[in-house]
């Protein structure tokens, strides 16, 4: 093939004129720019975490160019061949075409060329997937959602390549590849890209990118607004449930960015999706701050974009990995390929807060664009500061007026509570309002289960969500928060949980010695008003801090009152007479009961569950208060599950029978570990001697709590009015107690 | 109180002088010896292995001796107080005995003073301890076990003290403490001391070592030679259901160095009693070849003590974690106390193998004294070589003809086969006889479940055996072996397993391509002849290694086999249409079914069993030759365990009913990785494409194994006579195949 210049040659126009240039004529443009390319070229070798990251780069897309292109005819689910060819060769052509810039060697040009003619010759002719099971089946892939990622990469791509390639050949991949492949995502499968979801954002930066590179305005207008003609009716859902159209919803990249996330930076998804679709938000953003820089992006919402990445980074446990909440597949970290580029795009673009180094330094790798050599930068000239994760409250929906989620944290993380609130989180979310999970460091304590699917693992389900997702994961038992007559809050009704989310009460973390959240939940059970409150003490005697949860119901009628605690380990020791059934039965027929067998119960002797467990060589006690009415029941995940998609995981369930209002008190304890190799067994014990409701009405519920140095503390909350000058007074057999605000901690020593 | 010398003065006699001296004259002479003392003082900060240990060791002293002196009147099981603090004290004591000697500062030998004077006022009148479990009551402990423990290491702290108090002061502490401590430990108790078993190990050190501290022969020669006549009856048993009384068999040290320990140095209780019985063994022959040199300890039995701390070495994963064979608590390890003064002891007095100070450093701490001092500056001085572990196989019994246990590894560690046809093993054997586990570098891929006992935590049945132990971990089918007709080998009965052992048919890991061992067992079964091939071949594509397993049963009669696979992680795909059932129930009443439910059965639809399961983010398959016969059982542990006292781990089962002669053919197979943070799954699909038994007779069984690439490999084992020279001829099909020896491998390529 005839090739009209070099890229060496291209690129001695000088760096000056370059900028004067129209920026849709300017190639590299997108994510790399000509001037940006310059002074990357001119500082290689010196800028140590850049060149590793290059020469692993190279090193795969060399290995890549070795063995060939292959461009199969599409036959799989994610896992099987032929999809996971294709995504290999997304990233190997965006790689090669980086690579080509850097290092200006034509090989990288060839690669990505022959790879991008090859997919035009074959794209003209190509059906639809033969998987049928997506609400939007893609052409190279079983959905668009793939389709859509391809181009995100592909356009890149092309972008770097575009001014090393002839004119002729440009017209012939955007008349027969690219223009094709937009419209085919978007006019041509309206129920993928005009919706307010991740799929669409997906959809939206790639007809978007790709509109960029081509210097399509037409294309660039309808990624950021949408179709205005979609032709779809209202109340249209997908294949997992969600809503394809609502009435009055915008459509487009701003839409995307306005509605789902809240001005905390929260994603009302959840972060495992805050993750996924922070890439496509983010890449497209910063083609769009290069070349239509007159849309002032990055400041879009206060600058939601880039504070999204800190709030994204929160949402992680000790080691990095993301809280499970809603749809999640757990070990999910800020070490993905997906949080390099936020965390290199939000510090290029979002004042280098030197706290991001410290995050980069740790994933030991950058984008190989301006942004990932600005990070390099920093980390070799040794600015970063650490990155320290406090407690927060992050507020949920667009305007941060729908719930939200608070984390307390204590000390380096060795103590974190996560407390949802949130709203429904959309066709991915959850219905377990007010659920916690506890973690030590980077262990789960109380677990959140997390989706049920194995993403990219062909043999279940083609990597797809599995049936379990819907029938146990999504459903409220599942979580650590109450059930209510077995029914799945908001009955499991997607429609009507999508128009309710809790509320906070107050949250308080002045005080690094009691960290305190409270919400409350209207809306789950009809007539039932739920509110929890969490406290995170740190203990004065020096041993391991721990929580205080005390979850009051208020409700009219009588009801079967489930809490369950999903814990980590082996059981060590209850002071519950459990029996162990002959036979094990599921524990009901449905919200996720179908898939519990009980192992044991029996009822509690004392007036207080004492509950030890180990987990990752430590100890925890759970001590609740209970009453007469309570079973203590074991459950076990694996009831109707033949295809063993489930973990079988345990529960321990706090039952209560024929109530209406009722308070149910916790002490969540880490206390201790055990060394395996040593043998030794320290602070086995709870440090809890006694724990009792002493008040409880619509007005004030107070608690008292002694641990086994006879140390006292009382705990007041004010139900009826939290407001924060509220005053308030109530006495307690001998004592009086006065205070303002929302709650009251009286502390007395032994022998007070 | 008045000193007639200081320490300091002591040492100033000269060390020629001092090696003219009476032997049990010299203070220390026990482990430290005078001359060792004087060359670690004069080298202190410039070894730096050593000061390290000095100074955590230090740290942990000062802290003991600000906390002051307690020693409780006994009352607690392991875990609880009194327990651990009189544990605490006989280690803090013979710690601090060893900072006077090295570092002369007179607190130390004041505390180890103040603290056996404190033991000698409470032990004359202390009663037997008021725990009734142990067969053999303590005093300061609920077993003689433990005062045999606080004795070992009491004698060692008496010795470092000893002329630095005055005449008086030793003869009150003889005359009131050692003395009738010693006596109690051993005329007293006979059915302790006087056994061939761990315990008496202890007790036989404890007794002797403080014998040689007294020069007390009477006491050192019943140490090493056992009671004259002990009055007990021969068939006594222990509460752990052990022989108390063999008749005809000796006792004493020697009695227990000869007994257990094979030639090749495996102890015939497996590895993790092995390194608790380690420290007695190695600290009481340090103490003999110091100050009964004419013994010639070290050198007894072709030098077994020596060799056994390479042999237990071996007998681990790649993490250093002991195979858990017989009772076991998993993760113990090459890094414990026990294993840092025997791979000391082993440098000092075996050779210098300076292969064993890469352990040392990896273990990074040495043991106060002369050996310590070697290792730590070997390390020091860079002559450590790389410990590699290689594929071995270990004799079992006296004259190493009772069986074994034989390890393949592949690489550095990433496959490990452990495989056990060896003695019963005494009071801790479990009856699997043939049995195997696998595992991947360090993690288990086919699991030996252990023990069930949760040692020193208290609120587990006082950290002692717990019963499921018994009716658990010891049977049969917690094993990957054979049972027959839902029985346990030897039904279960220890005198009958006493009697037996397997036998080793070959082995042969001279082609690292190949690795291959065999072993058969007669006697489990009456009238069942057993016999176990196991090959780990290297994959010539560069994938992982796989174990390729031949469980030949011969048997007149017809019985039900069930073969499981103790598989780690989550079953991914199994071409079984498995029902799962309403209501799981137990399995069987006993041997272990009791505490099984089967989650779910099915049959296979193939030829071929196919199971895909994943664990620690890596795939595996079990592909085995099945019949119509064959049920497909998912078990899981469970039932009948109210106190949940067992894990929840998972089997499957292969069941072959009604049937006489078979063989049970499978590949168990490594192949490939997930990763959560890329979602990419490699290699998710089993290599192996057919896998047929083409013969089976009395002669030869022949094995057919075809790779997804087409290349086959045919396995013959020469059933009917094994002998190294015997030449064979087997036509199958239309193929002839010539060897000689034990069996025969060939390859054909695909297209021939």
Known sequence: MHRARTAKTLLLIPALLLSSMSASAEHPGLVLTRAGVQQIRSELGRVPLFDATLEVVRTEVDAEIVSGIDTPIPKDFSGGYTHERHKRNFFAMQKAGVLFQLLEDEKYAVYVRDMLFQYEAMYKDLPLHPQTRSYARGKLFWQCLNDANWLVYASQAYDTIYDWLSEEERERLETNLFRPFADFLSVENPQFFNRVHNHSTWGNAAVGMIGLVMGDDELVRRALYGLEDDGLAAGARDDDGGYIKVEGQAAGFFANLEEPFSPDGYYTEGPYYQRYAMYPFLIFAQGLHNLRP????????????????????????????????????????????????????????????????????RQARVS?????????????????????????????????????????????????????????????????????????????????????????????????????????????????????????????????????????????????????????????????????????????????????????????????????????????????????????????????????????????????????????????????????RDDILFARIGANDPAFNLRRDAALVLRRKATGNTVFVSVIEPH?????????????????????????????????????????????????DSTPTAVHCLAVGDATYRWTGPYHVAEISAGN
Chains 1, 2 share one sequence.
Do not use: C
Not at 679 to 703: F, P, Q
């Open 294 to 361: 007159e849309l002032g992006v990055f400041e879009h919402k206060d600058g939601v974009l880039l504070k999204a990445v800190g709030t994204l980074l929160t949402l992680s446990d000790a080691d990095g990995e993301f809280f499970p909440l809603n749809d999640a597949q757990k070990g999910m970290s800020i070490y993905s390929r997906e949080l390099v580029t936020a965390v290199d795009i939000a510090y290029h673009n979002g004042g280098r807060d030197p706290r991001l180094l410290d995050v980069a330094g």
């Open 368 to 628: 190989l664009d301006e942004a990932g050599f600005a990070v390099a930068r920093g980390v070799r000239d040794g600015i970063a500061r650490p990155f320290v994760k406090t407690s927060v409250n992050l507020s949920d929906g667009p305007n941060g007026r729908q719930g939200g989620v608070a984390i307390l944290r204590h000390g380096d993380e060795d103590l974190t509570l996560v407390f949802k609130y949130a709203a429904q989180g959309l066709s991915h979310g959850h219905y377990d309002k007010l659920s916690i999970s506890l973690y030590e460091q980077g262990d789960e304590i109380l677990q959140d289960y997390g989706l049920a699917r194995f993403v990219n693992i062909e043999q279940k389900g083609g990597g797809n969500y599995l049936p379990e997702n819907a029938t146990w994961a999504k459903q409220t038992i599942a979580h650590n928060t109450l059930t209510q007559n077995m029914t799945s809050h908001f009955s499991g009704d997607y429609d009507i949980g999508s128009r309710h989310h809790s509320d906070l009460v107050f949250f308080d973390v002045s005080d690094e010695n009691m960290q305190i959240v409270s919400a409350i939940e209207s809306n789950a059970y009809p007539g039932t008003v739920m509110r929890r409150t969490l406290a995170m003490f740190n203990d004065p005697g020096g041993r391991k801090p721990f929580v205080l949860d005390v979850f009051k119901v208020t409700s009219s009628e009588e009801n079967q009152y489930d809490l369950p605690f999903w814990f980590m380990g082996q059981v060590l020791d209850v002071n519950v007479d459990a029996d162990s059934p002959g036979e094990l039965r599921a524990m009901g027929r449905e919200y996720g009961y179908q898939h519990l067998y009980l192992e044991a119960s029996g009822q509690v002797s004392d007036p207080i569950l004492r509950f030890l467990f180990m987990a990752n060589g430590r100890f925890y006690t759970i001590t609740s208060v209970a009453g007469e």
């Open 672 to 720: 201790g570990s055990y060394d395996p190799v040593s043998e030794r067994a320290e602070n086995a014990t709870s440090r809890i001697a006694e724990l009792a409701v002493i008040h409880d009405d619509a007005r004030y519920t107070a608690i008292s709590l002694v641990d086994t140095q006879g140390y006292e503390r009382i705990v007041i909350l004010s139900n009826a």
